[in-house]
């Protein structure tokens, strides 16, 4: 059964798979109606964005040296804890911050609670990523952006993660990532938001934010920029449990329920959402300045708003 139900995913990631590829070519199209020159440098551009944005990390990645995985049963436990103390005491995140591994016994205990340091700065980094991506494809408004966008922040954040872990997983564990990557990919690319904008349109709706300009709009990029965010947090957290658990049962317990992902994203954009909702409730009923622009992308003129309504937004957003 299981069998099957990974072949239907499969077939439809490669169905979305389509919808991005005729974002790419409905985009080169309109460049090429209004010159070819243009069509041609966004096909270089693209492409070079690839390289340098997921191409260069990716390889970077692979150079990286393997970490022992998760122990499938504890069998083994009392014979491992050694061989990854020494190995945290090569870490250089650990090192930089000073960290003294002595105070902790190399127990199981004790390796859990430095690991609880580790995923503090894992959980930065993923804040980061998520962060610009909910920012980003916000404002992108087009499928194929998204998709590069998702590309390139899923791989980046995994090699930093396996940076600030000093190892990355095994082949086989790495192909299983990619896996991830390239769904989370396929689905955020292909605008397939339907159920998020949904609940974000609840949250608004009941604030009395319909007579926001070009709420519509704002909503359907929001929702998408959310769910962006979701399938990055998904590939972040699978990611930090291969790197930081000791003992599994099964590689399920690798992968975080639904429930916790949405939880997790709405925690890291949530301070970005509040400032947004808060903005929408100012400019409900009541007009908007340049009209042309909101328009245009009424969403990132919120953004703009909001990050020069208040200093150190910047860095938030972006």
């Not at 995140?93 to 690991?115: A, E, F, N, W």
């Not at 974000?200 to 962006?228: C, H, Q, W, Y």
């Not at 930090?240 to 658990?245: K, L």
Request: glycine share 6%; net charge positive; charged share 20%.
């Amino acid at each position: 059964m299981l069998k099957y139900i990974k072949k239907i995913l499969a077939f439809l990631s490669i169905v979305l798979l389509y919808f991005i590829i005729k974002e790419f070519v409905s985009m080169y199209v309109s460049l090429h109606s209004i010159h070819p020159v243009l069509a041609y440098a966004f096909v270089v551009v693209s492409a070079a964005v690839l390289v340098y944005f997921a191409g260069i990390p990716l390889y970077r990645i692979i150079k990286i040296p393997k970490a022992p995985a998760p122990l499938k049963s504890e069998a083994n436990l009392e014979k491992e804890l050694p061989k990854r103390f020494a190995r945290l005491a090569e870490n250089p995140y650990l090192k930089s911050i000073g960290y003294d591994l002595s105070s902790q016994p190399h127990t199981r205990d004790g390796y859990q609670q430095v690991m609880k340091v580790m995923r503090k700065e894992s959980g930065r980094i993923r804040s980061k990523y998520v962060n610009r991506l909910f920012y980003s494809s916000a404002i992108s408004q087009n499928g194929f952006i998204d998709a590069i966008l998702i590309l390139s922040s899923s791989v980046s954040l995994v090699k930093e993660t396996f940076v600030l872990y000093n190892g990355r997983v095994s082949n086989r564990d790495l192909w299983g990532i990619g896996k991830q990557v390239y769904y989370s990919m396929a689905i955020g690319g292909s605008e397939t938001v339907e159920h998020a904008t949904g609940e974000i349109f609840s949250k608004l709706s009941t604030e009395g934010m319909r007579s926001v300009p070009f709420f519509d709009k704002i909503l359907g990029s929001l929702a998408d920029g959310f769910v962006n965010a979701c399938l990055l947090t998904r590939v972040a957290l699978i990611t930090d449990s291969y790197c930081s658990t000791l003992v599994i049962r099964s590689e399920k317990d690798l992968r975080p329920s639904p429930a916790f992902i949405v939880s997790t994203a709405t925690n890291i954009t949530g301070g970005v959402q509040r400032r947004l909702f808060d903005e929408m409730k100012k400019l409900a009923g009541s007009r908007i300045r340049n009209a042309a622009m909101w328009a245009a992308n009424p969403v990132k003129e919120l953004f703009n708003t909001v990050k020069g309504g208040k200093g150190g937004e910047e860095e938030v957003l972006y």
